[in-house]
């Protein structure tokens, strides 16, 4: 903590913070005035180890805000625990972050879906089977049953909702799967997760979501469709293919975190 607050820039105190996933990372580059921090040189920070991850905190503005932006997450199929994954969401929230958008490249599971477009996060189902409150509460931090009715924040979904009507995006809608990874999806899995309730499927998001409501952030939710899974007709989904699909849906995405974060 003490070395990040070392290198904030004069006067600059973060009130969003953003994580973004799977070819996302071109993401920062929207961030005005941009201060990079290699993970490697945060004392304690984990590493990412997956190669589509830029692996840097990148601080700076983003829509008339002050932001910290995790360019590169972790996982739990990386052998990290649940608490790992979440330190860095607990860390931004130390420093003072109040709003968390999360964004992640998610393979569709409503096959009137296209690759490339924006899913909002209406809600999801944690199927990680871990949870990162798992252990001894830190009071200081949240309750030790946080209220998960409503996890993501209405008002920021209408918001989202009114850019994209706005800038004419084809937004999407819907809940979120979270599995622990890192074997893609089979026709039969595939099937039981679309039986189960939700529209997009990844291997990330669920845990750090679960830890910023316990610091009682406000959180906003983001898929980058990626690929459509179809049981019936199961194509391969190399991770070039979900660079590039998730890649194409960052210029809308850009713009939808942009236009929200004007209006907070």
Sequence with gaps: MEYLRGRLPAGFAPRVGLTLGTGLSDLGAAIANPVNIPYDDIPGFPISTVDSHAGHLVLGTLGGQPVAALAGRFHLYEGYSAQEVTLPVRVLALLGVEVF????????????????????????????????????????WGERFPDMSQVYDPQLQSLARAVARAEGIELYAGVYIGLKGP??????????????????????????VIAA??????VLGFN????????????????????ANAGKAGTDLAKLITGVLGEI
């Design 101 to 140: 958008v999360f964004c992640s490249a998610a393979g569709g599971l409503d096959t009137s879906m296209q690759a490339g477009r924006v899913m909002l996060l209406t809600d999801h189902i944690n199927l990680t089977g871990d949870n990162p409150l798992i252990g001894p509460n830190v009071d200081a």
């Design 183 to 208: 074997s893609m999806e089979t026709p039969a899995e595939t099937r039981m997760l679309r039986a189960l309730g939700a529209d997009a499927v990844g291997m990330s998001m669920v845990l750090e």
């Design 213 to 218: 409501r316990h610091m009682g952030l406000r």
């Design 224 to 243: 980058a469709i990626s690929n459509v899974n179809d049981p019936d007709d199961m194509q391969p989904a190399p991770l070039e293919l979900v660079i």
